[in-house]
């Protein structure tokens, strides 16, 4: 069994994580601040690119670098570190957009892998959430182009995007989730809200309404009815990203309390030198060992070509245990750091409150549990507790 990481893999691996020193950590507090500029956005776009990190989960044909998926995992890892989000900068097409017709991939797909537009994912409403089954949003066909109609909540980076991709239901049928992709400044898109979240996240989440906006057939992106199969696909990808996110994050807030530990003395010594202090840095690392091992292997299995259903079912347990992961680990840090880990300058405060989101999306910890129970009962208890075969 080898587990060592590729010269290559070490390279990236380097490059991301000079990005993220050099690039991200220091717009962190401007950021949380909510001042970041857009000439800073702006450079760390070109920054992204001057360090091959732009549209790193695609293939070199669909405008990326053709990195692995444990090459992808390495940079989200690395780029996880940097907190308020900045991670999302780092700019990459939506994954279901790879599946576009000749025109889609080149009116959206390939300017956006070069940073030329972006889109954003429309799924969740008031009453859909966990299931989106209950999507209300509707499309129907009237003379040839599709009239959407609905209202979507929690849009990510939609203040940062050209597109909406928006699951909708073909007549308000839950048999016909569809995708559609539309111009964020089409007659019948307005931005309803605008709510603030517990994060400093460097974009927005917007509340939209769609009404009656019409679309040509061209827009739609798969068939018709493909909608869930697309976004399950993109899930998985995104579950694995987030799951190295985490990584990320637990390792920077332990290296931070680490640190910290050696310096800080009271009662007349270091604080690492108590044995509470000391146990909770080794139940960290502990932790994060365990975070990555299981991380490791899932993307190096994606890698080498594991069947997509078991990818969607390991995806689940890396997303549900590297999200917990990070949230008891953070706190730790936090509680070693005293009353400096709660500054919001300090980067473990603004850790706590970024990680905690990852428990909630891409689907809740408590959907990922259904998904591995669900899992077990159909193919056995041995795609998690086995090892080969
Ligand atoms: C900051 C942020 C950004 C987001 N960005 C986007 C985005 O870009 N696009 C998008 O479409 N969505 C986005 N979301 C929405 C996110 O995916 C949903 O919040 C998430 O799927 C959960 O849905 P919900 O909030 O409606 O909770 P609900 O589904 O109402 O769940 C409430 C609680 O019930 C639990 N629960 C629900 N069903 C079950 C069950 N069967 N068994 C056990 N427990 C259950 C949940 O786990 C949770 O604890 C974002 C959310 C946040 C907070």
Redesign the pocket.
Known sequence: MDLSLSKEDLAIQSRARAFAEQHLFPHEIATDERKIKEKTLVEIRKQAIAHKLNAYNHTKKDGGHGYTPLQQVLICEEIGKATCGLWTVVFKASTPLKHGTKWQRETFLLPFNAGKGRS?????EKD????PSYVKTKATKKKGKWVISGE??????ADASSVVIV?AHVDGDPKKPTLFIVDKDAPGVKVKRIPQ?M?S?VYE?YEMVFDKVTVDDNRRLGEVGQGFDLTKEWFTETRIEIAAHCLGAAIRATEVANHYAEERVQFGKPIRDFQAIEFMLADMAVEIMAAKSLLYRVAAEVSEGMDPKLVHARASAVKLYNSEMAGRVVDKALQILGGRGYMRENPVERLYRDVR?DR????????QR?VIGGQIKKRGLGIYTGWGG
Do not use: L, P, Q, R
């Open positions: 954003c994912y429309a799924i969740t859909a959430g966990s299931d979507k909540w929690f849009v990510t980076s699951h979240f994060h996240y989440h989101v909630i999306w891409e689907g809740t910890s408590e959907i259904m």
